[in-house]
């Protein structure tokens, strides 16, 4: 097994990356590859050579969209502890989610709530008080139940009625019920120490210069830098621990595994995973094929019929967004993985 970094770029494009697979229980990759950070601003100015960090094994990424995993798999502990009923309103746990009374708890996570994709929460609303009514109290584009709409909007709610519900915030919930059992101890939300973090972006928009060590997502960062969308941070083998725990039914069951969506092509969709998305899976993708990415350039998949997991953590928005897409790094790794479960 390998376990040092190479060093070796395997696309120009990305700064560098982590990977990890896991095949039958067992790690049979863990390697780094190029620099946690390269650039001094987003018009790629490269910084001094003693400046520059590479990367390493145990390198800690902002996981961005990653984060909806930890939160819904909050939601199914809570539905197993019968504090939630999926099938209840959710103004029933939440009485400030106005005009909504059809969109149901399990439409959150499922993405059918109707509630748009996203708000400029960080810029169009001035504090974190007035953030949070803004996403509790915006009308719905559709009614509830009859669209798939992939929304920040929703995992922020569900982050308030779990928050309402248990009373305690949600940094305080991911600890108890989800990294402190499976073991995943450099998992959680930040900020984190920017010496062993990936660097993302150069947000010249906030005014925030190269961001490192804090969360990358403009509205989480305005949200306080925990939300239900982004906000975690976690490494590759931490990841992998989760994967593995899901294998192992640890976490969760038919809540988590198990397609609840419509059954449309492409929105297949357990109450935390999305499931069978080959674009970014690769040949690891079929129906038992569970995963979620996250917009920094992460990806999880767990591939339930192979034992496999695949791990990418790349900072593919370091310096900038505007990069060509992940996707097809991300199933060219998970392609690698079966090679180990032959």
Known sequence: MATMPSHQHPFDWVPGHVRLGRARG????????????????????????????????DTKFDVASITKV???????????????????????????????????????????????WWLPLWSDW?????????????????????????????????????????GRPLQDLVRQYITEPIGMVDTGFGPVDPANCAATEDEVDTGRGIVRGEVHDENAWSLGGVSG???????????????????????GGDLVTSDLSSGQPG????????????????????PESLGHTGFTGTSLVI???REAVAVLLTNRVHP???????????????????????
């Open 267 to 286: 929105e297949q969709h357990s109450l935390v995973f999305e499931i069978d998305r080959p674009r970014w899976m690769g040949r690891l993708s079929s």
């Open 229 to 251: 969308h982004a906000g975690i941070f976690s490494t590759a083998h931490d990841l992998g621990l989760l994967g593995q725990a899901v294998l192992d039914g640890h976490v």
């Open 70 to 116: 930890f939160t819904s798999l909050l939601l199914v502990s809570a539905v197993e502890r019968g504090e939630v009923d999926l099938d209840s309103p959710v103004a029933e746990y939440l009485p400030d989610f106005i005009d909504k009374p059809d969109v149901l708890v399990r439409h959150l996570a499922l993405h059918t709530s109707g509630m748009s």
């Open 26 to 57: 067992q790690v049979v990759l863990h390697e780094a590859s190029g620099h946690a950070l390269l650039y001094a601003d987003r018009a790629r100015t490269l910084l001094p050579e003693a400046d520059r960090v590479l990367m390493a094994p």
């Open 126 to 166: 001035p504090d974190v008080a007035a953030r949070r009514r803004a996403v509790l109290e915006c009308d719905l584009e559709a009614p509830a139940g009859t669209r798939y709409t992939y929304s920040d909007l929703n995992l922020i709610a569900l982050h308030l009625l779990l928050e309402r519900i248990a």
């Open 320 to 342: 900038t967004r505007e990069t060509p897409p992940i996707y097809p790094l991300q199933a060219k790794f998970a392609d690698e993985v079966v090679a180990f479960t032959r």
């Open 303 to 305: 591939d339930r019929r």
